[in-house]
């Protein structure tokens, strides 16, 4: 009798709540549940590095919306291919799409993604400003609108070896050699000496050769990204439209002009003191062969860094210095054409590749869902956690990522705010220079990837191969339509249509 | 009541039997052939829905100018020439040296055979490492040796040979696999009677052994040469096609320019240029087969 008296209460008191929410207007369960039966389908490169913080927060969305987030991956080679033709096709394959961010003009220039101001202008979760400027006004932006969520931020920078720089023997050695100082290298230049100087010996004690640089130089790989980043300072004077790619006023290509001959005749060079087999090696290489202490100097994005202090088997933890790419003394005005001295060290970092991003397909049944598991997965917090945990493959793009550094102690690293330093010093910078971002992007890269890895082979002189890549570009940008390309180009630095 | 069936009797009932394997080739073979070949004369453009405009001979034009046709071409044919000859005399070597009854043959048969189950992956960055010019254990032992460290996959002199031995290393098996059926297949009262008349092993091997392996070896030459020719997977790993452009085959040029510069209508015609070649040479070996059998039988 008892225990039917209170169970009738508790009907009676479930049921006078239900009445009441329901009179007020609140219905608890459906609230949360606000995507319940909805399926969104995410694709992205194959796990674990960028589709991993996918698969780490899908459940926590799932259990909030009721929302079912379905994960398809490809390897490298086939993201543009898949992604293009689904867009195109109105295949509707996928609703959202993490991609590099140099495919970003051919989507938004096409119409195939989502704008995504309306949202943000109504997302009290996102905290879009604390998104540093360069990322939300130019890695995620074209022509003005945004089309895509910030989830990485990659940019090159320069790696050192703190306990060899700092060793007095080895300052003196090099003083004595070169009449100047050994610190941490400011300009390619001074890169080129450190090089020579510790390249082709045991120069930490451990009973082995090392050697002066390790860069990633593999065709067919991120070869060609490493040599903007050197050519970058070589071609970028501040305050001018970008000189590196494409001239804005007529879309002739610049790549071949004295400023990337003289990038890639240094570049060629630095073979002579590196790690042997360099040529061949990719970026994924040239981070386990830099923490496995074999050389000096070192250029990559943020991953050295991250692996050189948290990876198990790094003989250089703590060991490594980080600045913002080296600088030149002079660059090429390709508007004057002629060289421009500086009196202090021109710095151009370059946002190579620019890091992934992620957008909506415009045609999506369920772009509301898909913006919502797009405003989870880049919150501040959620992107916190991304950025510290080991094989996501994001790097910090919020203020709030270099502010916080208990995270960066628990990932393992030992001087963080050099690392983030390095980092900010490099995205903050007045003359940096974004990817490039037109329709077509690859094409160029794989064209110009071919003539590069020819001159590093020594098949053709730095000269004879950016010329024959330029003949190349001027074709592809032919082929693609020279109006639309240089509307495209303009577009994408942001100057006026006309 | 008519019985439909009755009907599908003899040719008929052959043809609708046939017929649902017909309709898959067609999807899947047949119309996908004709519609690269297709692509290769057109211009493709995506936006709108897939569009393809005739471009008549723009592309094929290009691929005869283009120095990296010529380049790639010349570094497959080469790899599938000199890899394919020492896998044939290798495998026929080590068939005959398994045939004595050797100690240990069965185990040494299996051992042969693991490298051809590796996927060509695995095979690319076992070799990888092992050419690695600092942690690599080649250039760890050259110079116990006395022999000079090189840079195996870095040095355009030698990239390809480097290729080609990751290539006899895994398919030889092959050969050695068609051939010993082929071996086997000989009547043993055949080589007896030759024995009993006093041929020496020289003489059996080059009037006996050799003409009757011939139609094994036409087949095992012909299956691993259509393969070098589209080579790719392990060329991917160990170089990607460097350096320069020195080890870079058709089957990675078609994948560069397809895929990787999305330039699709080139891409159709690089892979067309490819099965041209093939088709050629496998015609070519075809006929100077036959022609050699023509002229032993005379």
Known sequence: MFKKTRKSRLILVLCVSAVLLSALGISPALAEKRFEGVEITVFTQTPPFIAKPVQMFRADWEKETGGKVRLITAPWGELYPKMFSSFALGAKNYDIIIFPAAYLADFASNEFLAPLDTFLAADTRIDWLDILPVYREKISTYAGTIYAITMDGDSHMFYYRRDAIENPEHQAKFKAKYGYDLAPPKT??????????FNGWDWDGDGRIEYGVVEGMRKGAQGFWTFFSRSAAYTSIPGQAQGLFFDPETMEPLINDPGHVQALEDWVEMIEFGVPGMINMDNGEVRSVYAAGEAALAIDWGDVGVISDTDPGSTVKGKVGYSILPGTTRAWDYVKK?????????????????????????????????????SFLGSPENSYICVTTPETGFNPFRESHFEKLAGWYGYGFVNPEDYLGAIQATIAHSNVQPDIRIPGAFRYFEALDAQLAMALAGAKSAKQALDDAAKEWEAITEDLGKEKQLKNYRASLGLPIE | MINIWSSFTGKKAGRAFVLPAVIILLLLTIFPFLFSLFLSFGKVSFLGGLQIHFAGL????RLFNDERFYNALSNTVLIAVIAVAMEYVLGLGLVLLLNRGVKGSTFFRVLFFLPMM?????????????FNPTRGPINHVLPLLGLPAAGWLTEPKIVLYSIILTDIWQWTPFMILILFAGLQSIPPALLEA????????????????????????VAAILLRSIEVLKIVDKIYILTGGGPGIYSESMTLFGYNLGLRAFDLAYGATIAFSLFATVLVISIIFLLMTRRSQEISLE
Not at chain 2, 122 to 128: E, F, H, I, Q
């Open chain 2, 58 to 61: 723009r592309n094929w034009l």
């Open chain 2, 118 to 130: 590796l996927t060509p992956i695995a095979v690319g960055y076992m070799w990888r490492m092992m």
């Open chain 1, 338 to 374: 002629s060289w421009v001295d500086f009196p202090e060290v021109n710095h151009a970092p370059y946002l190579a590749f620019g890091g992934w991003i992620a957008g909506i397909d415009a045609k999506s049944d369920n772009v509301e869902a898909a913006y919502d598991f797009l």
């Open chain 2, 194 to 217: 030759a024995k009993v008349d006093g041929a020496s092993g020289w003489r059996l091997f080059r009037e006996i052994i050799f003409p009757l392996l011939i139609p094994a070896s």
């Open chain 1, 188 to 197: 390619w230049a001074e890169v080129r000496d450190v090089a020579e100087f």
